[in-house]
């Protein structure tokens, strides 16, 4: 079934006609192929012309993609996007993300979109041209290499590896994992502490991060760690020795660990809106199994058990679309949105599995089977929990900003 997507009263025309503009190539040309362009990636006996015939089918979906001006809604024009703002992007992501992958097709794919902001921001133009521009235009991979398995990622100034300034190259020494997509990469930007002699003390020992080439001697891809029982492409790396020029380092010294929050801020909204999106595929999938399948002499429909998940499951996606709503309004307005960003980062993962959960039930066997989506989000949803800072961390900043404002002698200002 195709999503149903509609002018939103309250919304400006620009960003109306990107929702309509989305739906409309996700409906007609991704929905309807929606098995045969990520089917192979399953494994199990896929012949090689299928293989063939997925490739061109969604190079030929990216060429409508860029004929619509759509492709990569989170770079500027002269990087090859379309330039897209804040908002923009964020309600493009909800309509985006009702088929998992399609972001892919609009030149989107983590971790190279991430990368990607790092390097316009940080990066020079030289840096920008060697490896921004080949980034976009599908000629390059790359990774984000900060978790480390002997230093916990929830708190990132723990973190153990090191770059040492010795003339005019860095060395890097430590062990990572889970750096998403290494096995492709062909460059990895690696959160370091940088002990420099020639930078200024009050930098020294503060986070950088310094972008590795993968075929630098020193780097061993140690393995794919297996995610959800299944293999993946997040890897265990080890950095022994690992040479690189300076020139390699992204902004200033001890910027890392500013450039990395840079990463997450809006990251966090257009995350939420996917998985919003994703819900909203879960329920329709839901809503349409309740309304067809019979048992015990009624439609699913009928049964009070099941008009409740619908009603829990329309309740949770609306609540976690305002909130997430308010918040990227509240950022979109310049004004400090931290509380409420921690908030939809536990929130929102939260009912999307609890939603995701409700329509496999209802569909049964067939809501686990690689038929469905629902697997597939389900994992996703559970794996968001702790990816880009656990629960646990985001709860003790949303008690630690309101606690503030009670000291100050206010109380919360819940107007906002
Ligand atoms: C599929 C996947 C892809 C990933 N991709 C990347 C990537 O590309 N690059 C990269 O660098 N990293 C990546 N990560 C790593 C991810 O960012 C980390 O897993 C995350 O930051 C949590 O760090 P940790 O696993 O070390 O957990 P820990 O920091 O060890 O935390 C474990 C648990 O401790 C609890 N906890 C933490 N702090 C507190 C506290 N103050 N109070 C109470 N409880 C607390 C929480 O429940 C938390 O889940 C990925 C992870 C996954 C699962």
Same mark, same amino acid.
């Given at each position: ?29 991704? %929905? $309807? ?15 090689? @012309? #299928? ?10 979906? @990216? =060429?409508? /993609?860029?004929?619509? &001006? ?14 897209? !703002? ?24 983590? $971790?190279?979109? &991430? ?17 921004? *521009? ?21 708190? $990132? ?7 040492? @300034? ?65 293999? !993946? ?6 950095? #022994?020795?690992?040479?690189? $020029?300076?020139?390699?380092? %992204? ?5 890392? +660990? ?10 966090? /909204? ?32 009928? @049964? ?21 709503? +308010? ?6 307005? &310049? ?23 409700? =329509? ?7 809501? *686990? ?23 646990? *961390? +985001? ?7 309101? %606690? ?13």
């Amino acid at each position: 079934m195709p999503m149903n997507v509609q002018p939103i009263a309250t919304l400006d025309d620009r960003i109306n006609q990107i929702r309509l503009s989305t739906a409309e190539i996700v409906n007609r040309e991704i %929905l $309807p192929n929606e098995n045969r362009l990520w089917a192979f990636r399953r494994g199990g006996k896929f012949a090689e @012309k #299928d293989k063939q015939a997925a490739r061109e089918l969604r190079e030929d979906i @990216k =060429a409508k /993609v860029k004929q619509a &001006g759509l492709w990569a809604p989170h770079l500027p024009e002269e990087y090859g996007g379309c330039d897209l !703002s804040f908002l923009e992007h964020a309600y493009m992501n909800e309509v985006l993300a009702y088929s998992m992958g399609a972001a892919s097709l609009f030149g989107v794919v983590a $971790p190279n979109s &991430g990368n990607q902001k790092i390097l316009l921001k940080y990066g020079t133009e030289e840096q920008r041209q060697k490896w921004l *521009v080949p980034l976009t235009e599908g000629k390059l991979e790359s990774g984000f290499s900060m978790t480390e398995p002997n230093a916990a990622g929830s708190d $990132p100034r723990a973190i153990q590896t090191t770059a040492r @300034k010795e003339g005019d190259e860095w060395v890097i020494n430590g062990h990572k994992w889970f750096t998403s997509n290494g096995i492709r990469a062909d460059f990895l930007i690696v959160m370091c502490r940088t002990e420099d002699p020639d930078g200024p003390a009050e930098r020294n020992g503060k986070m950088t991060q310094i972008i590795v080439p993968t075929d630098t001697p020193g780097v061993d891809i140690v393995r794919a760690v297996e995610v959800w029982g299944q293999a !993946s492409d997040h890897c265990e790396i080890i950095y #022994d020795n690992v040479r690189v $020029p300076a020139d390699n380092q %992204l902004g200033q010294t001890g910027s890392g +660990h500013a450039a990395a929050q840079d990463r997450l801020g809006a990251g966090r /909204v257009y995350h939420c809106m996917n998985s919003i999106g994703q819900m909203w595929r879960a329920f329709d999938l839901m809503v349409e199994r309740a309304a067809s399948r019979e048992v015990h002499g009624g439609l699913l429909e009928t @049964k009070q058990f099941i008009q409740g998940f619908i009603a829990d499951s329309y309740i949770d996606i609306q609540s976690a679309r305002l909130m997430t709503i +308010h918040c990227a309004e509240k950022m979109d307005s &310049g004004l400090d949105a931290r509380t409420e960003i921690s908030a939809i980062k536990i929130y929102v993962p939260q009912v999307y599995q609890q939603v995701v959960d409700r =329509a496999i039930q209802v569909w049964g066997a067939a809501g *686990v089977s690689g038929d469905l989506p629902l697997a597939g989000m389900y994992q996703g949803a559970r794996t968001l929990r702790l990816a880009d800072g656990p629960d646990e *961390v +985001h709860k003790i900043l949303i008690a630690k900003n309101v %606690l503030k404002t009670y000291h100050a002698g206010e109380t919360w200002d819940f107007g906002h």
